[in-house]
């Protein structure tokens, strides 16, 4: 409708017109949450499912190593490279920030907060979910529709327990060692960085890092890891397990998997920070 | 197994027996609309039909992949449609089958393909007896040896058919099944997967095969029994001679369309491989 044709239409059209519009969109979104609801249960009966069967006879531990090999061993070339840029980067942007206001002694324990709460978990997530998620998605779509899952279905092996279940086993337990090793080899950059380009003083930087530093700050982000590997595992193993049509369908969901993966994991970081705040702020209450 | 219970076993005579079974996804529409379908033991009945009969949909029920919205199944005397999962599972060990492009697990050899089944439902068996098992079924299938260690990347079509019926017969099962087994290919392996099933099947005596095909011609050359699937429903099930005297119009065009009248059956007379002897 052009714009003339909309000044032509009486108050009561233009009423009833923007009424439909309005009855249109909210029907969208109601449709969009509808679904949006329904996809979240399904995947969370999924993961139920799946961790259920880990524990069930005939045990699959076997499997397990071999894709924590995968997820992990695979991984750790390009942790430690992103985590030693990561530091690096940091450290600068910090230290020309600090060295305004003559704080350059708190690098080290920023960079380190940063990294070990949300830096380190968050990155790791996303370079793994792209990784080995993608990789995931990828194999089991391939499988669908190639019947190799139907096969396994008509011998009487279920396929979640041998295919599904193994392999976010293996993602959960393996995710905090890769959080740890890119948390250690980010502040690697950062010592290398303020000691040998800014001149910092290498026993003041270890000395602040390690006074402003909490063990629960690393476990934090350790948490964090595992966290965010179950929900990439679990999205990108749904989204290859469900993969319809052919070689397309498995494009499709080795896609829809990664990026829905990398999204979740931004937005549940927000939400985790903020319960993990609040539950030391009720210890600390409770405490008192 | 009790006396009674092998008296039971032997006096069943269908392997599967399908009354009334109709199933829809929607709660309107009915792929399946009233099968009624005694399956034989020990015969190869070939199902044919047009795309989207419900060949697959059928075959599946039999599986206990999926579950009837009315009727019974029953396979070897028992009825599955009240089974548990973990019963079909079970039961499942009792069926092989030849998928359409043969299914083999592309991250496994040919013959860790056959062992995986071993692996899976005889763990207590020795490797080295699994091992043995696989090569023998192997060979059984007509796999030359020095593939044996092939990838199915490394194979041609016809090899993996023989590594996938291979893996089909690795837990020694009641029912075969085979999936557009014939489907895609060109008319030397066409012909070779024929002569693969009804071999197999005269191997092992007993055994029941049951063959989802559009071939109609392939049909006629290895089945003891066809059934004609159409809108949802088993329109004819009997020997291949009912099948060509038939004057039921569909059945009538299907054969028109499908057979060459030099290839028809001739009773023994036919140079194409003999039907299964039971």
């Given at each position: 409708?052009?714009?003339?044709?909309?000044?032509?239409?009486?108050?009561?059209?233009?009423?009833?017109?923007?009424?439909?519009?309005?009855?249109?969109?909210?029907?969208?979104?109601?449709?969009?949450?509808?679904?949006?609801?329904?996809?979240?249960?399904?995947?969370?009966?999924?993961?139920?499912?799946?961790?259920?069967?880990?524990?069930?006879?005939?045990?699959?531990?076997?499997?397990?190593?071999?894709?924590?090999?995968?997820?992990?061993?695979?991984?750790?070339?390009?942790?430690?490279?992103?985590?030693?840029?990561?530091?690096?980067?940091?450290?600068?942007?910090?230290?020309?920030?600090?060295?305004?206001?003559?704080?350059?002694?708190?690098?080290?324990?920023?960079?380190?907060?940063?990294?070990?709460?949300?830096?380190?978990?968050?990155?790791?997530?996303?370079?793994?979910s792209?990784r080995?998620?993608?990789?995931?998605?990828?194999?089991?779509?391939?499988?669908?529709?190639?019947?190799?899952?139907?096969?396994?279905?008509?011998?009487?092996?279920?396929?979640?327990?041998?295919?599904?279940?193994?392999?976010?086993?293996?993602?959960?337990?393996?995710?905090?060692?890769?959080?740890?090793?890119?948390?250690?080899?980010?502040?690697?950059?950062?010592?290398?960085?303020?000691?040998?380009l800014?001149?910092?003083d290498?026993?003041?930087?270890?000395?602040?890092?390690?006074?402003?530093?909490?063990?629960?700050?690393?476990?934090?982000?350790?948490?964090?890891?595992?966290?965010?590997?179950?929900?990439?595992?679990?999205i990108?193993?749904?989204?290859?397990?469900?993969?319809?049509?052919?070689?397309?369908?498995?494009?499709?969901?080795?896609?829809?998997?990664?990026?829905?993966?990398?999204?979740?994991?931004?937005?549940?970081?927000?939400?985790?920070?903020?319960l993990?705040?609040?539950?030391?702020?009720?210890?600390?209450?409770?405490?008192? | 197994?009790?006396?009674?219970?092998?008296?039971?076993?032997?006096?069943?005579?269908?392997?599967v027996?399908?009354?009334?079974?109709?199933?829809?996804?929607?709660?309107?529409?009915?792929?399946?609309?009233?099968?009624?379908?005694?399956?034989?033991?020990?015969?190869?009945?070939?199902?044919?039909?047009?795309?989207?009969?419900?060949?697959?949909?059928?075959?599946?029920?039999?599986l206990?992949?999926?579950?009837?919205?009315?009727?019974?199944?029953?396979?070897?005397?028992?009825?599955?449609?009240?089974?548990?999962?973990?019963?079909?599972?079970?039961?499942?060990?009792?069926?092989?089958?030849?998928?359409?492009?043969?299914?083999?697990?592309?991250?496994?050899?040919?013959?860790?393909?056959?062992?995986?089944?071993?692996?899976?439902?005889?763990?207590?068996?020795?490797?080295?007896?699994?091992?043995?098992?696989?090569?023998?079924?192997?060979?059984?299938?007509?796999?030359?040896?020095?593939?044996?260690?092939?990838?199915?990347?490394?194979?041609?079509?016809?090899?993996?058919?023989?590594?996938?019926?291979?893996?089909?017969?690795?837990?020694?099962?009641?029912?075969?099944?085979?999936d557009e087994?014939?489907?895609?290919?060109?008319?030397?392996?066409?012909?070779?997967?024929?002569?693969?099933?009804?071999?197999?099947?005269?191997?092992?005596?007993g055994?029941?095969?049951?063959?989802?095909?559009?071939?109609?011609?392939?049909?006629?050359?290895?089945?003891?029994?066809?059934?004609?699937?159409?809108?949802?429903?088993?329109?004819?099930?009997?020997?291949?001679e009912?099948?060509?005297?038939?004057?039921?119009?569909?059945?009538?065009?299907?054969?028109?369309?499908?057979?060459?009248?030099?290839?028809?059956?001739?009773?023994?007379?036919?140079?194409?491989?003999?039907?299964?002897?039971?």
């Open positions: 409708m052009t714009r003339r044709e909309w000044w032509a239409l009486s108050y009561g059209e233009k009423r009833e017109r923007f009424n439909d519009a309005f009855n249109h969109f909210f029907i969208w979104i109601l449709k969009s949450f509808a679904s949006f609801v329904t996809a979240t249960g399904e995947l969370a009966k999924f993961a139920a499912t799946s961790i259920k069967l880990a524990f069930r006879a005939p045990s699959r531990w076997d499997e397990v190593i071999v894709h924590m090999e995968f997820v992990g061993n695979k991984s750790i070339t390009i942790i430690c490279l992103s985590g030693l840029f990561t530091g690096l980067a940091l450290s600068y942007q910090i230290y020309l920030g600090f060295k305004i206001v003559n704080m350059t002694a708190m690098v080290g324990p920023t960079v380190g907060l940063g990294v070990f709460r949300e830096l380190g978990p968050v990155l790791t997530g996303l370079i793994v792209a080995a998620g993608g990789a995931m998605a990828a194999r089991l779509g391939t499988m669908r529709v190639t019947e190799q899952i139907d096969a396994l279905e008509v011998m009487g092996v279920d396929p979640v327990q041998y295919l599904v279940s193994p392999r976010i086993i293996a993602t959960v337990l393996v995710m905090p060692l890769l959080t740890a090793v890119y948390d250690f080899v980010a502040m690697l950059g950062c010592y290398l960085i303020c000691v040998y800014f001149d910092i290498p026993a003041q930087l270890v000395s602040q890092t390690t006074e402003w530093l909490e063990p629960y700050h690393l476990w934090e982000g350790l948490f964090k890891g595992a966290l965010f590997g179950l929900f990439f595992s679990v990108c193993t749904n989204r290859g397990y469900n993969t319809k049509g052919g070689a397309e369908g498995v494009g499709n969901s080795t896609n829809e998997g990664v990026v829905t993966s990398m999204v979740m994991i931004i937005v549940v970081d927000f939400f985790v920070t903020n993990i705040n609040v539950f030391y702020q009720l210890k600390a209450t409770l405490l008192q | 197994m009790t006396e009674t219970n092998a008296e039971q076993q032997s006096n069943i005579q269908y392997a027996d399908m009354s009334d079974v109709k199933k829809s996804f929607d709660g309107k529409e009915f792929v399946l609309n009233g099968i009624d379908l005694k399956i034989p033991k020990g015969k190869i009945t070939v199902i044919i039909g047009y795309s989207g009969t419900g060949k697959s949909v059928l075959l599946k029920h039999i206990g992949l999926l579950h009837p919205t009315s009727g019974s199944i029953k396979v070897s005397g028992k009825e599955i449609t009240s089974m548990t999962d973990e019963q079909l599972t079970k039961l499942r060990q009792d069926y092989g089958m030849l998928f359409q492009y043969a299914a083999l697990f592309d991250d496994m050899t040919a013959i860790e393909n056959v062992m995986f089944p071993l692996k899976e439902h005889r763990r207590d068996m020795p490797r080295s007896e699994r091992l043995q098992i696989a090569k023998d079924r192997l060979k059984d299938s007509g796999l030359d040896p020095k593939h044996f260690n092939k990838l199915p990347a490394e194979m041609s079509g016809g090899m993996r058919k023989r590594v996938g019926l291979a893996r089909a017969l690795a837990l020694d099962p009641d029912i075969l099944i085979y087994p014939t489907t895609g290919l060109d008319p030397v392996l066409t012909e070779m997967v024929d002569n693969l099933i009804v071999s197999t099947h005269n191997l092992r005596k055994s029941t095969s049951i063959v989802v095909s559009h071939d109609l011609y392939a049909a006629f050359r290895i089945a003891d029994h066809v059934a004609m699937l159409d809108s949802g429903r088993v329109l004819l099930h009997g020997t291949p009912d099948f060509l005297n038939s004057e039921i119009d569909l059945v009538k065009r299907f054969v028109a369309k499908g057979v060459r009248k030099e290839l028809q059956p001739k009773n023994g007379e036919s140079e194409e491989p003999a039907r299964s002897t039971e």
